[in-house]
């Protein structure tokens, strides 16, 4: 039996194409997660895809990095697929996306190839951190940066954020307690730090 994955990292993004691409490689059963990169061992559906598998039966996903967040984490995942005797289809790697004939090439083949790509896949990752904080630095140096929109604030896009944040304005000039604050509005105590510190500024 053929057992698929399908992840995205966000809900917003459509899962059809991956879908559709795994039924033409044979997939029996899919599994789907709209998930931000948490690591594996947080990834509800990920984790009940590969509690589904049985022996002999093939684990299916799109790329390597479907796998695990890192190069120690997919490894791992390649592993424990080892240790039950499940094999790894990947439909973006011709010579993965299909069992092969010999038992003994398919073996020495594909973990050859998946040492390669994991290994590929997170310095792709770091390579595209290392880009992003460059480009931040950029930004900052050229003073355009503005980084993340505060969830709490005046300018807040959400209305209701926006009356917590002058709540937590009122509390303050009334010398509540920060960790008061913090519990009666349901926010952490650093956002009242923060937004304490602006004021003082």
Known sequence: MIIAYAR???TDQNLNRQIEEFKKHGAEKIFVEKKSGADVFHREEFNRALNFARENDFFMVEAIDRLGRNYTETI????????????????????????????LLDKFVKDLILQLLAMIAERERTESKRRQAQGIAIAKKNGIYKGRPKLYSE????????????????NLAADVAISEIAKELGVTRQTVYRIKKELEE
């Not at 973006?92 to 299909?98: A, F, H, K, M, Q």
């Not at 300018?155 to 304005?169: G, L």
Request: charged fraction near 25%; proline fraction near 9%; glycine fraction near 4%.
């Open 76 to 103: 791992q995942t390649v592993n424990f697929l080892k240790e039950k005797n499940i094999g790894l289809l990947v439909t973006s790697v011709p010579l993965l996306s299909e069992p092969l004939g010999d038992p």
């Open 8 to 10: 995205v990292s966000s």
């Open 155 to 170: 300018s807040a896009k959400d209305p209701q954020k926006r009356a917590i944040y002058r709540q937590i304005v009122k």
